[in-house]
């Protein structure tokens, strides 16, 4: 699996003062930004993805993936079944 090239997690954005050239920006971690992470490095594409959160937080979830979710993580080479899924 490829992962970004590089993550960062700040915590607080707003106090960053100096100024920095990337050539892709991904702003989130979360499911549709990660997405787009992996494309681009999987494309070899530089980029540098943006946190705010320094870790994740559990909520209240169906912890539920359709069938067109799962169709989407395969496209980036994640399967659920190996990280623990099972299938209904
Ligand atoms: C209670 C609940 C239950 C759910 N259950 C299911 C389920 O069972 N199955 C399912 O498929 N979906 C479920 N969902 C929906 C699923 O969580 C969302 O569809 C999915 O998380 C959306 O992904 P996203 O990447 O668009 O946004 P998010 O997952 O919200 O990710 C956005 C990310 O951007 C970061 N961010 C925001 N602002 C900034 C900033 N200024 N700088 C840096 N980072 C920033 C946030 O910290 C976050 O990590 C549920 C949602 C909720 C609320």
Redesign the pocket.
Known sequence: MCVPTKAMIMEN?SMIISKTTVDNLV???????SMVAIGLATAGRQMTL????SAASH????????PE?VGYLNQVKINPLDLGAAAI
């Open positions: 954005a702003i989130g971690g979360g499911l549709a930004c943006l946190e705010k959160k909520k209240v979830c169906g912890e539920f993936l359709s979710a």
